[in-house]
């Protein structure tokens, strides 16, 4: 394609090779294995600095153009596609590990470094983070983070969010901004105990700025892992009886835990490797699987976290629940980074998948779950639902998957569907949507305090005048 006056700006900012408009980069980024419509953008661009991040913005801003951020390329909520066209800023070559810190126990990563790239470091000196479940270890880390992402220590330190302990920020006016405690001091260790800023960026899908470093917990690195499984034998119109689900909130309490996930059937056969379509559940195996994953530094350690798990299963099969022990044998050897997503998208031929995903009491997923499988059943897909419980509050992730083939149109218009009916049935129980496309924003904003909703949108008209950075994204 020829190169436009604003093409030429943009590779005088970033170099030469690091600018494409030819059709075939474009399509690129114009979409990901969601249903979201794809949206091709103008330019696409590569940065490698700070400083050229800075320049980029202050051009869009000087011409209006729309910028939207990407790092992996490997997203499932459509958030990275331009709906606007503009600039897909593509962060990938900064990839920097910039410091971990063994002494206070935080590292500082740049945006382009991803899950497998950090584990891989952080092994080395007897470390971890909590890492995105699902993604492959090719997959950005700081998305997940800021993003409000899960991980598979979510049972013991929370969701991803609550792990960060900086960043470092490119503005709508292209100035550059440090928020948490490392705007003061010369470490990244908390975000308190001055006004905390994060907010400004956390879960704003990329419409109030650039995070160019991002500050993150590290923990020390336990030995041996074990789990325990069970099953939840009950129907298809009953899946959990408010009994189990207190059950759930038991093992939940007892905080020995690092993770604490449940699946259905169905999402159970994908992860054997089962493609479409899945023979029907025999009678005798579960409605849902669920495990508790524990770690330790020691053996000794690990034999009284895993005794105190089992003896609070023992007691809820003993008061009659319809639970029972499962294998979760092969559980116990999956590593982390894991490949889910790959399974899931592959599952129907085609490649896609999309889903949604929230943030729900647990108390609620006994309603939650048995309304799921009714929109499931209505258009004709198999549940596939993903729980897990989240330390703090008695909350956790509850997200409905729906693979489906890209090249197949019923398809594609039946998950559309399916995904507004979700979002419907996770607000009816209390939850608040994860990644939420506009369409689910919209459904947020509608029931929610409109004194919320005004506020967003002067904050994002405060920091984004020109309304340059992601628009289109939260309804702003």
Known sequence: MPKDRIYSLLESIVGTGNVSNEPYTLEC????????????????????????????????????????????????????????GGISLDLHKMDKIVEINEDIDYAIVEPGV????????????????????GPPGSAGLLPGYILHGYGHLGGKFGINSEQITGAELVLP????????????????????????????ILGWQGTTGIVTKLGINIYPRPGFKDAIGW????????PLPETCARFLIKIARAEVAHDISGHSW??????????????????????LY?????????????????????????????????LAYTDVTGRIKVEMPTKYALKYSDHRGGGGLDYIGSITPVINWTQGIKRL???????GFTPYIRLS????????????????????????????????????????????????PSFACEEMWKRGDPNFFKLLKEIKQTLDPNRIMNPGRLCL
């Open 114 to 133: 991803t899950i497998g790239q950090l584990d891989t470091e952080l092994k080395k000196r007897g470390y971890w983070v909590s890492l995105p479940v």
């Open 266 to 287: 169905g999402a159970v056969q994908i992860g054997k490797g089962l493609k479409y379509p899945l023979p029907p559940k025999p009678k005798e195996d579960p409605e």
């Open 373 to 379: 499988n009714e929109v499931f059943d209505k258009y």
């Open 173 to 200: 006016d292209g100035e550059l901004v440090r928020l948490g405690g490392c705007a003061i001091s010369s470490y990244w260790f908390h975000r308190t105990p001055i006004p905390d800023l994060l907010g400004l």
């Open 290 to 322: 669920f495990a508790a994953t524990i770690y330790a530094f020691t053996e000794e350690e690990l034999t009284v976290k895993k005794k105190i798990l089992e003896n609070i299963v023992k007691k809820g099969i003993d008061s009659g629940l319809p």
């Open 29 to 84: 980024y114009a979409c990901d294995s969601t249903t979201n419509l794809p949206s091709l953008p103008n330019y696409v661009v590569i940065a490698t600095t700070v400083e050229q991040i800075q320049a980029l913005v202050r051009l869009a801003n000087k011409e209006k153009i729309p910028i939207v951020p990407a790092v992996g390329m490997s997203n499932t909520g459509g958030l990275t596609i331009p709906v606007e």
């Open 389 to 436: 419980i989240y330390r703090g509050t008695l909350q956790g992730m509850m997200r409905a998957l729906m693979p489906y083939n890209r090249g197949d149109e019923k398809d594609i218009e039946a998950v559309r569907k399916i995904a507004r009916d979700v979002v419907q049935v996770i607000l009816d129980c209390g939850g608040l949507i994860y990644k939420a």
């Open 231 to 238: 099953g939840v034998f009950t129907s298809h119109n009953e």
